[in-house]
């Protein structure tokens, strides 16, 4: 096992010549994506110590991350995470027979399968919730290609929602230089009224925001959903700043993750912006997504069948900026190059990505 040390934690490394990526044995957290040639992580690392949370115990450490449905989970978190096979708070009976918000995948250890220079594959098995997962990440220059497999080992057909928590913290998060792109649509507030639609970039919350930014005045207690809008295969969000010299963001299959899932808080406890790209805006237990089938005439979930696996892939890409950057006017994908388009420049950026998501 060629395990490393992250916050005095068991972790995995791998690296290309611009990436360095830090995968969390426990959680399997991608705890850092470090573009090698300004050592900047866009990832969000909390501001106190973590621990493995398969070692949380509300006795110790409640004082530190609390005790409720979301200690668990809080007391390891860092970067990006897998929320399955719901995303957010288990029910009242969940809970009191130990699950933890955002399921299964973020407390138990992840076992290595293959490591070498530039790839890692891991293995995790829910027993709680009769899943296996495979997860395969490789760097490729500015690229980190993630091959993720989800396999049902129960004799019973389930609802499964997949949300990819991707959260962006401090350095790179700033209210006065980071900006955000997506390819979303419609939306509405999480968890409120879904007929009362609007659209991206607007946010609301507390107050209504302006998401193509980082709130400048403190705030919290905002989630926003939207539908992936494209018109291609692909959906895309990406994040900069100009000071810290980078671009960074996703690419994901539409039809695979139909939901942007947007969340901030800028408060006394943290300074976090989520991009969750999802198969669902239902944030919840499996009663909630039944509930809530359909939200603006789309699926907020999938099935998975007995025996059965869904495979999915997607990347993450970062691309270095002069400090005069102005801004994103749009991120395409055609299936083998990103193009970038600076906001008041007529000529593209372009990155060659290759057929991946095949």
């Given at each position: 096992?060629?395990?490393t040390?992250?916050?005095?934690?068991?972790?995995w490394q791998i690296?290309?010549d611009?990436i360095r990526?830090?995968v969390?044995?426990?959680?399997?957290?991608?705890?850092?994506?470090v573009?090698?040639?300004?050592g900047?992580n866009?990832?969000?690392?909390?501001d106190r110590?973590t621990?493995?949370?398969d070692?949380y115990d509300p006795?110790?450490?409640?004082?530190?991350?609390?005790d409720d449905g979301?200690?668990?989970?809080?007391s390891?978190?860092l970067?990006?995470?897998?929320?399955?096979?719901?995303?957010?708070l288990?029910?009242e009976?969940?809970?009191?027979?130990?699950?933890t918000?955002?399921?299964?995948p973020n407390t138990?250890?992840?076992?290595?399968q293959?490591?070498?220079?530039?790839?890692?594959?891991?293995r995790a098995?829910?027993p709680?919730?009769?899943?296996?997962?495979?997860?395969?990440?490789r760097?490729e220059g500015?690229?980190v290609h993630?091959?993720t497999?989800v396999?049902n080992l129960l004799?019973?057909?389930?609802p499964?929602?997949?949300?990819e928590?991707?959260?962006i913290?401090?350095?790179?998060l700033?209210?006065v230089e980071?900006?955000?792109?997506?390819?979303?649509g419609?939306?509405?507030?999480?968890?409120?009224?879904?007929?009362?639609?609007y659209?991206?970039?607007e946010?609301?919350?507390?107050?209504?925001?302006d998401l193509?930014?980082f709130?400048?005045?403190?705030?919290?207690?905002?989630?926003?959903?939207?539908l992936?809008?494209?018109?291609g295969?692909?959906?895309l969000f990406?994040t900069?700043n100009?000071?810290l010299?980078?671009?960074f963001g996703?690419c994901?299959p539409?039809?695979?993750f139909r939901w942007l899932?947007?969340w901030?808080n800028?408060?006394?406890?943290?300074k976090?912006?989520g991009m969750?790209f999802s198969?669902?805006?239902i944030?919840?237990?499996m009663?909630?997504?039944?509930a809530?089938p359909?939200v603006?005439d789309?699926?907020?979930?999938?099935?998975?069948d007995a025996?059965?696996y869904i495979t999915?892939?997607f990347f993450?890409f970062t691309l270095a900026?002069?400090s005069s950057?102005k801004g994103?006017?749009?991120?395409?994908?055609d299936?083998?190059?990103i193009?970038i388009?600076?906001?008041?420049?007529?000529?593209?950026?372009r990155?060659h990505v290759?057929?991946?998501?095949?």
């Amino acid at each position: 096992m060629s395990l490393t040390k992250f916050q005095n934690r068991p972790a995995w490394q791998i690296q290309s010549d611009e990436i360095r990526v830090t995968v969390m044995q426990c959680g399997g957290h991608v705890a850092e994506t470090v573009y090698r040639p300004t050592g900047i992580n866009p990832l969000w690392i909390q501001d106190r110590p973590t621990i493995d949370a398969d070692q949380y115990d509300p006795r110790i450490h409640g004082t530190i991350y609390g005790d409720d449905g979301e200690a668990k989970l809080i007391s390891g978190l860092l970067g990006h995470n897998l929320c399955l096979p719901y995303w957010g708070l288990p029910s009242e009976a969940e809970y009191r027979r130990g699950m933890t918000c955002h399921g299964e995948p973020n407390t138990v250890r992840w076992q290595e399968q293959l490591q070498i220079a530039d790839s890692l594959r891991l293995r995790a098995t829910l027993p709680e919730s009769g899943l296996r997962l495979d997860r395969n990440l490789r760097c490729e220059g500015p690229i980190v290609h993630f091959e993720t497999t989800v396999e049902n080992l129960l004799s019973l057909d389930r609802p499964i929602a997949w949300c990819e928590h991707v959260t962006i913290g401090p350095p790179f998060l700033s209210s006065v230089e980071t900006g955000f792109w997506a390819s979303a649509g419609r939306g509405y507030r999480t968890t409120k009224n879904f007929n009362d639609v609007y659209s991206w970039p607007e946010g609301r919350g507390q107050i209504p925001c302006d998401l193509s930014r980082f709130a400048g005045q403190p705030h919290s207690d905002l989630v926003n959903s939207f539908l992936v809008k494209t018109d291609g295969e692909y959906g895309l969000f990406a994040t900069w700043n100009a000071r810290l010299g980078s671009i960074f963001g996703y690419c994901f299959p539409a039809e695979q993750f139909r939901w942007l899932n947007v969340w901030e808080n800028n408060d006394e406890r943290m300074k976090t912006r989520g991009m969750e790209f999802s198969n669902t805006p239902i944030e919840g237990s499996m009663k909630q997504l039944f509930a809530t089938p359909r939200v603006l005439d789309q699926p907020t979930f999938e099935w998975l069948d007995a025996g059965s696996y869904i495979t999915k892939k997607f990347f993450s890409f970062t691309l270095a900026i002069p400090s005069s950057f102005k801004g994103l006017a749009s991120v395409r994908f055609d299936g083998e190059v990103i193009e970038i388009l600076e906001s008041g420049n007529n000529s593209a950026s372009r990155l060659h990505v290759g057929k991946v998501l095949d």
